[in-house]
């Protein structure tokens, strides 16, 4: 594939499917926000540093700033507004997880997936565990520690039972 | 779309960089290379076909070339001199990110360099100078016991908002209004810019929050400057143009925190108590006036820390120099000279042989005592409260603070603790001049149900600027809080509650929304009854009158009997004090010199904490913004450049650099503040450094003069102490 040639893709976001034309190399971030309207996926940094464009593609998270749209053809994206994310997302306003709201994508998405790594992996969840996790998820406003207790909320709502830290 | 945390988790709050209308042109700056020259002319690349773009130089602003702020120093686009790296010489919009580019890279600015100042400690150009003078300081040091010096100095440090700055400019309108849309902190500031730079009467002239990704003050005086810039552009190409700064260039041309140096001179009786106090301020002011002077006055004011000294003299210096014009950042020149005086405490004690606790106690400000600037403190001060409750909580005082603790091993541990006070409100006469304003409207949702509205200018950064006027709303009406809504601040529609800065939303704003609420609450009892639900009752007197606005406004009214005199600085500085003690435990590893932060816990009367859960995220988020300070947020530059402009090497805390937060809330109420509450934001960024700076002291013995204390500041303190370790 040409950088310049328009290259066909499809993409599936938070479970609709997508056919688009388009520069292969052009941000999947950019895709998503311009392409689709989807602007729900923010972005900080544009270099892979902040996490706040994190999407899962196939249930991985990646900063969508560093993907290019042609290697997410043929995926499933998940972004901050699926459906499947509300336990997550009332767990962060249960718990005031999120001050300004522009790393809150980032951070709901990053959150679903560590929830599902700890079931997967039958792995306890621990606020050193959640640490980790978010550990690549920028926040300035909060200091994170309401961060991380949304995370664990949202953990013990999936059915997932605390370990010890 | 809302700016409630059920939008914001949702992803479908909108930001600036979200609401770029379809069609609307993207803009930038060209900008300097150099930290001072002569802009000689901008040349413009004859094979480059300019048609389809537009440009803006210094020539075509039809009003004033400066940025309206304090002193009219600062350049909407350079017309001759160049003060800094990264100062606009020159605008460009285009359709699309590539003619964007390409129009950039076909201009070049001729510039004569010229030779900068760099170093501030050398700069003779004062931007702003102060003094505070109490008794008699030189007589109080001559009858000093004991005199101790210290030399200390903070760093600059970057407001990393996750959202970059931006702005939207509007066209103007077949009327000749003009719009411009932003992430801000202060709509009014960008308005007043906006009718100086444009020289365009106020009416024509609306500024609008967007939905803004964080402030932390960076989002202060900036703004201003794109909004300008936005609407300069958007003149000339008649399409709506989006300057959305790129992380780069945000960290590359906007203002951070100022760097300084604060040298104490202290004396005291044979009982360790304060006797005299001598205190040098030197801030960094950058290239520009922006927001200096009162930097200044706010380090000043706190210079002397929370403590009782019946002489005192301040000097307050703000220099020149040729970086970008440092500005606000939360704290607002308090966190540099509160690292100071704690430091110069820790210090006394060690020399003293006292502990740091005892020596704090011996000398803290309680009610009933006068402030550096004279001011007697009568009412809402909870420092012993603050103070015994972080004791009871760390047992902090049973801890052996300093160097005796024999320690061996790779990784040294230790506690430390700053005690401290912020003012909260604008200094002095400031809100006299200010005269807040506040509406709140009675009226109906669109599906016709009760409906409150707060009409005022303070923004909602992340602060809870929303959830306070509604509680506060709510509480004075007797309504739920979900029948208050604050509409989006725009000049046009809002009146001016002044800049959301300096800890003054809750105390001088919410105070303002609780009058106009009991005013409402009572007109709406006198003409319905006191019985029965609110909302019901309002609804009933709304329909008495289909053509009429019931609604409030109140001007705010400053607590009587306060006296500021500006001249002498003397005087009630502000209205009422937050008052906090943090102690931090850290752990040093000797082989790297990281110093990991590992419990942290912050004792704070705010008066009251209208929402618990709020105040405690302000608390955990600023003490981490302080953590950040004292040893791992570097802004260091090069020939007038920022070395870290990139968000890999300007790092901030991440969720494995934060310690668990501990926070007690205290709430000692201030009588004229709404619900008793006074300030929170800035206090918890005044702490954090020298609080994890005593503890670096007590783990490695080694007495640090200076934020950041980064792993390379601390191996070359460690081997001057220890030259035996020296490979």
């Keep these: 594939v040409s950088a310049e040639q328009l290259a066909r893709i499809e993409l599936e976001v938070d479970g609709l499917a997508h056919q688009l034309e388009l520069a292969p190399l052009r941000r999947l971030l950019d895709v998503l926000r311009e392409d689709l309207g989807l602007t729900g996926t923010k972005e900080g940094c544009g270099e892979g540093e902040c996490g706040a464009c994190t999407v899962l593609v196939d249930g991985q998270a990646l900063n969508s700033c560093l993907v290019p749209a042609i290697q997410a053809d043929g995926a499933r994206i998940t972004t901050v507004a699926s459906a499947q994310n509300e336990a997550v997302q009332e767990a962060f306003v249960e718990c005031e997880g999120s001050q300004c709201g522009i790393c809150t994508p980032g951070l709901i998405v990053m959150t679903r997936a560590w929830i599902e790594r700890c079931r997967r992996d039958d792995e306890r969840p621990t606020r050193a565990g959640a640490r980790s996790a978010l550990a690549g998820n920028l926040c300035r406003c909060t200091g994170y520690e309401k961060v991380i207790d949304a995370a664990l909320q949202a953990a013990a709502r999936a059915g997932l039972v605390e370990g010890e830290a | ?727």
């Design chain 2, 1 to 727: 779309m809302g700016r409630s945390g059920h939008d914001r988790v949702r992803g479908l709050t909108r930001y600036v960089a979200d609401e770029v209308p379809e069609g609307a042109w993207l803009g930038a700056a060209l900008r300097s290379e150099l930290p001072r020259a002569r802009l000689r002319a901008i040349a413009r690349d004859p094979a480059f076909d300019w048609s389809g773009v537009v440009v803006v130089e210094a020539r075509d602003i039809p009003g004033s070339n400066h940025v309206a702020m304090i002193a009219e120093d600062w350049p909407v686009l350079a017309a001759d001199h160049v003060g800094h790296v990264g100062e606009p010489l020159a605008l460009v919009a285009a359709p699309s990110a590539a003619a964007l580019g390409a129009a950039l890279a076909a201009m070049t600015a001729e510039l004569e360099a010229l030779e900068p100042t760099l170093d501030f400690e050398r700069s003779e150009e004062l931007l702003h100078p102060l003094s505070i003078q109490k008794g008699d300081c030189t007589a109080g040091l001559a009858a000093a016991a004991h005199v101790f010096e210290g030399t200390y100095r903070t760093g600059s440090q970057e407001q990393m908002y996750i959202e970059p700055q931006g702005c939207i400019g509007f066209p103007p309108d077949a009327e000749g209004r003009v719009l411009v849309k932003g992430s801000m902190q202060c709509p009014f500031y960008v308005q007043r810019a906006l009718v100086e730079a444009l020289d365009l009467p106020r009416e024509l002239v609306a500024a609008e929050q967007s939905a803004t990704g964080g402030g932390f003050g960076g989002k202060e005086d900036y703004p201003s400057m794109l909004a300008v810039h936005a609407a300069l552009l958007a003149k000339a190409c008649a399409q709506p143009v989006a300057m959305i700064l790129d992380r780069h260039t945000d960290l590359v041309v906007t203002p951070k925190r100022h760097p300084s140096r604060v040298v104490h001179r202290t004396g005291f009786d044979a009982d360790g108590r304060l006797l005299a106090m001598q205190v040098d301020v030197l801030l960094d002011g950058g290239a520009y006036t922006t927001l200096s002077p009162v930097v200044l006055s706010r380090a000043c004011i706190h210079a002397a820390g929370a403590y009782v000294c019946e002489n005192v003299s301040i000097q307050g210096r703000a220099v020149a120099t040729n970086h970008v014009p440092y500005g606000a950042f939360r704290g607002f020149g308090a966190p540099q000279v509160c690292f100071a005086i704690e430091r110069q405490m820790d210090r006394a004690a060690r020399a003293l042989g006292l502990h740091p606790v005892e020596l704090r106690r011996r000398n803290m400000l309680r009610v009933g005592e006068r402030t550096a600037t004279g001011q007697l403190l009568q009412e809402s001060v909870g420092s012993v409260e603050v103070f015994e409750r972080a004791l009871e909580r760390t047992r902090f005082d049973q801890h052996e603070w300093g160097a005796s603790r024999a320690q061996e091993g790779r990784v040294r541990r230790g506690v430390g603790l700053a005690f401290f006070y912020h003012g909260a409100g604008f200094t002095g006469a400031g809100e006299e001049n200010m005269k807040a304003r506040v509406e709140v409207e009675l009226g109906r949702d669109e599906h016709g149900a009760f409906r409150c509205r707060v009409h005022a200018s303070s923004t909602e950064f992340g602060q809870g600027t929303i959830a306070l006027f509604q509680t506060i709303a709510a509480d004075a009406l007797g309504c739920a809080r979900a029948q208050v809504a604050c509409p989006t601040p725009n000049t046009s529609r809002v009146p001016d509650s002044g800049p959301t800065v300096a800890s003054r939303t809750c105390m001088v704003v919410g105070g303002c929304v609780a009058r106009a609420c009991r005013e409402l609450r009572a007109r709406v009892e006198a003409e319905v009854g006191a019985a029965g639900d609110f909302g019901e009752r309002a609804l009933r007197l709304l329909a008495t009158r289909p053509d009429e606005r019931v609604s409030a406004e109140v001007v705010y009214a400053s607590p009587p009997g306060l006296v500021w005199d500006e001249s002498t600085y003397a005087g009630d500085a502000y209205p009422a004090y937050g008052w906090a003690v943090d102690v931090a435990e850290v752990e040093v590893d000797l082989d790297s010199f990281e110093v990991r932060t590992t419990r942290f816990l912050s004792a704070v009367d705010v008066g009251k904490a209208i929402n618990p859960l709020l105040v405690e995220g302000q608390i955990e988020g600023g003490s981490l913004q302080s953590v950040g300070f004292a040893h791992l947020e570097v802004v260091t530059s090069a020939e007038g450049r920022f070395l870290q402009d990139r968000m890999a090497s300007c790092i901030i805390p991440t969720a494995l650099d934060a310690p668990d937060f501990e926070v007690e809330l205290i709430e000692v109420p201030f009588s004229h503040g709404p619900m008793g509450a006074k300030g929170v934001g800035e206090l918890p960024m005044d702490g954090g450094a020298p609080a994890v700076v005593s503890a670096i002291e007590d783990a490695l013995g080694l007495h640090v003069e200076r934020v950041p204390a980064t792993p390379e500041h601390l191996s070359e303190l460690w081997l001057a102490a220890h030259p035996e370790d020296a490979l």
